[in-house]
Each structure stands twice: as structure tokens, then as C-alpha cells.
């Protein structure tokens, strides 16, 4: 999985709040220079626009739609496996104003950018959303409107060796100093031999954003406040990255963990070369594999990922909503078509499918889905406390302006106060 798809990031404010950067709502590049309507009306075939899909699930979700809609018939349309080359073909047919796209899957971050763009219609006030997770309608709402139907969603969890913490008779730990403690209680052991106490994905991509992000978060610290100020100089901020800093400094993260993405990370604690490891969902079905693949079935579970310091333990919320095209044709159709999409039927078939967190707060207790996927309750804890991305419209200047700062000083050049120091500088430069 890519990181659009499980993904990732921190939100303004509280890393979880509607704050926006000040000029999130200009309006002066925006690719329209009047209004979309936002009138849902008009019925007839619509177009679904999608990363690929890699089950062989989705049509037949579609089909369901098609039976009982003759008239209103979906047709998919297949975009690429990349979150980037995804972005690409919306903004293209944004542009020039297609209706090609009816319905399109957005991933949180780029909603910021679309809506202050006028490329998607905010949704109707009336929409109901009571049945859905809280986190994942705060993901798709920019400046207190609604501009998707949340679909799927993720969050990271910390999958840890249960018989490491067994075996020397401890908890699993709530913090990031109780999660050394563990290790340095079982170090020595001979069932620790060739182990790292823990990873992350700290290579230079956006994982490194969702990391440091969650850190920060999980320290109780903002990158920015409600007004939409920077704050990446404030102490919670500091606390979350040196706590990643004395990680590295003091030998509990490895150095290799400087390469690390999903899958570096996902097989390192798949060899048994971790304890402790933050990732997506994902690696639960590649971790209990019994075909020899993995040297930790059996061994581990996971948990919520744990807090810094006093702080509560954060993690970041990913996967997509559904938006609806302003230039799109039969707008009723397209909305109604999303709304079956976060159905009880299409979201239990879609999280079964591919191990996907639904948005559905009813399935959280559902019993086949809980079978199929056993770390069902402990992922809805991490989503009930789940941050989201900046809602910003410059978001890759945001994201790649955090990575430039926070990687070098993972090796401990420059420092914490000096690196972050020069992260608020640039923010203020984006949000002026």
C-alpha cells in the first residue's frame, strides 16, 4: 500500500482541528473565476474516478449499484496506483472544466486544495453524517462545509512482540519511555538478539511527515493553533521531535530506520528485527502469514500508539472520501451514489476485501468483520483519537517544508530548538 492509501498526517491546530492557514481561503489562483452550482440535481448515468483497484471487489460494488439503478448506471474509471498521478488526472479534467469524473476518490490532503479551487461542490447542509466516524467527516470538511462522503479511512497502530513483554512480565506500553523500559528489560535476552527496540517510516517522504506529525501530536503539541498560526516552535512540538532525535541518538531506533518506509519497516518487524513498530493495518494479514514469510506469527498484537510524555498517544488519520465534481453532469445521482458507497453492504464488502478500516462507526462491532480482521476495536480506539492532514491548499509546500527540517536532524545536525526554529520561519513565508 501506498502511503495515499493508508495513509497519513497531522492536521492544523490541535493536529486535528479545522484550523486552516490564513490564506487557505484566497481565492485568487483558482482555476474558476465564478461559483460552481452546488445544485444536486439531475439524474442519469455518472462516471466513479479511482485508483486502481487491486481486490477485483470494486465492480462487483458497483454492480450493486447498476442492478438497482438502470437508469443511473456507474461506469469506473481506473486511475493510477500512484496518490500523485491520481492528483495529476483530476486537476487536468478540474481544469478544463470536464465532467468526466462524476464522483472522484480524495484523499484528505488534497481537499483543501480542490475546494478553494471550486473543483468540488460543498455538499447540502442536510447531509447526515451521524453514522459515521467523527474523524473521517472532520477529514473531508473544509471551513465547516462538508465536501465528501467519507468512504475509508485508516490509522496507525503499534504492532509489538506479545511474547517479548510475556516473557519478561510486562504491560504493553502506553508510552514512549515505557516502550524503552520494555526494551532495555529485554535486551539481553537471547530471544532479543539482533533486535532494535523500534520504527517508524522516517526515509524522507511524507511518511516522515506522518511520524514526526503523530509525535508532535501525541506529545500534545500543535504545528499550528486554531487561528492557523504556526506553532512548530511551541514545546509540545519540540517534545514530540526529540523524543524522536534521543531515539536515534541513544540506539533505540536503528540507523537503517533513516530508509525505512511502510514496507522497509513492515519487514523489519516481519524478520523479527523489531519490538516495537508503528505502521498501518496492513501488516497485520503479511504478519500472521504461517507460509514461512513471517518469523512473528504468532508472537505479536497491536495496540494504540503510545504517548510522549504527559501526552496522549495520537496517531494519523488516513484513507479517502468521495467528492463530487462541480462540473459534473446528474449531480444527484453522484451524490446519491456516494452516500450507497458508505452503506452498511459496499463498506463491509470493501474493508473484508483488503483489510480497510470502514467509516461505519456500526461495523466496528460487526462480528464477520472483527473475524476477519481481530485488531477491529483496538484500530476504532486509534481513529476515535485520530488527527488529520493540514487543511491547506499549498499542502506539498507544507509537507515538503516539515521533511526538509525534521530529517537532518534526525542524525542530530542541526538541533531540536534550531531545526524547528527555521520550520516556523517557513511556515509563516507559507501562510503569509
Not at 511502510?262 to 497485520?284: C, H, I, T
Not at 518469523?295 to 463530487?324: D, E, M, R, W
Not at 531545526?419 to 517557513?426: E, F, I, N, V
Request: with cysteine; proline share 5%; net charge neutral.
Amino acid at each position: 500500500m501506498s502511503v495515499s492509501r493508508r495513509t497519513f498526517l497531522a492536521g492544523l491546530g490541535g493536529l486535528g482541528s479545522a484550523a486552516v492557514l490564513s490564506a487557505c481561503g484566497s481565492n485568487s489562483d483558482s482555476g474558476s473565476s465564478a461559483s460552481p452550482s452546488a445544485d444536486f440535481s439531475g439524474k442519469g448515468p455518472i462516471t466513479f474516478a479511482m485508483g486502481k483497484d487491486t481486490t477485483g471487489t470494486l465492480q462487483e460494488i458497483l454492480d450493486g449499484w447498476n442492478k438497482d439503478h438502470p437508469d443511473e448506471k456507474v461506469t469506473l474509471t481506473e486511475l493510477s496506483e500512484s496518490a500523485d498521478d491520481q492528483r495529476t488526472s483530476m486537476i487536468q479534467n478540474f481544469q478544463v472544466k470536464s465532467s468526466a469524473y462524476s464522483v472522484l476518490a480524495i484523499d484528505p490532503i488534497w481537499t483543501a486544495e480542490f475546494a478553494s479551487h471550486q473543483w468540488l461542490l460543498p455538499l447540502p447542509a442536510d447531509t447526515d453524517t451521524s453514522a459515521y466516524l467523527k474523524s473521517s467527516v472532520d477529514a473531508a470538511t473544509y471551513f465547516k462545509k462538508l465536501y465528501g462522503i467519507p468512504f475509508v479511512t485508516n490509522a496507525q497502530l503499534l504492532f509489538y512482540r506479545k511474547d517479548l513483554l510475556d516473557a519478561a512480565g510486562l504491560g504493553v506500553p502506553t508510552t514512549w519511555d515505557e516502550m524503552w523500559a520494555a526494551w532495555d528489560k529485554v535486551k539481553g535476552t537471547s530471544a532479543a538478539k539482533g533486535m532494535s527496540a523500534y520504527s517508524g517510516q522516517f526515509a524522507k517522504y511524507e511518511g516522515l511527515t506522518v511520524n514526526f506529525s503523530s509525535a508532535v501530536a501525541s506529545a500534545g503539541g500543535k504545528l499550528f493553533d486554531d487561528a492557523g498560526k504556526p506553532t512548530a516552535d511551541s514545546d509540545g512540538a519540540k517534545a514530540g521531535l526529540q523524543a524522536i532525535v534521543d531515539g536515534f541518538a541513544k540506539g533505540y531506533i536503528p540507523k537503517e530506520a533513516l530508509t525505512y518506509k511502510e514496507e522497509e519497516s513492515r519487514q523489519a518487524f516481519q524478520d523479527g528485527k523489531l519490538m516495537f513498530l508503528q505502521n498501518w493495518p496492513y501488516v497485520w494479514a503479511k504478519a500472521v502469514a504461517t507460509d514461512g514469510s513471517s518469523k512473528v506469527a504468532g508472537k505479536f498484537n497491536v495496540a494504540p500508539v503510545p504517548g510522549i510524555g504527559s501526552g496522549t498517544g495520537t496517531t494519523i488519520l488516513g484513507g479517502y472520501h468521495l467528492g463530487v465534481s462541480a462540473y459534473a453532469k446528474n449531480k444527484a445521482s453522484a451524490l446519491a451514489f456516494a452516500k450507497y458507497m458508505a452503506s452498511a453492504g459496499p463498506q463491509k464488502a470493501w474493508a473484508i476485501s483488503g483489510s480497510r478500516a470502514p467509516i461505519l462507526t456500526s461495523l466496528y462491532e460487526d462480528a464477520d468483520l472483527i473475524k476477519q480482521m481481530p485488531y477491529t476495536p483496538t484500530l476504532k480506539k486509534a481513529l476515535d483519537n485520530a488527527a488529520t492532514r493540514p487543511k491547506v491548499h499549498n499542502y506539498g509546500d507544507v509537507t515538503q517544508a516539515i521533511q526538509n527540517a525534521v530529517y537532518p536532524a534526525l542524525g542530530g545536525s542541526p538541533a531540536v530548538d534550531a531545526a524547528l526554529q527555521g520550520l516556523q520561519t517557513k511556515l509563516e513565508a507559507l501562510a503569509s
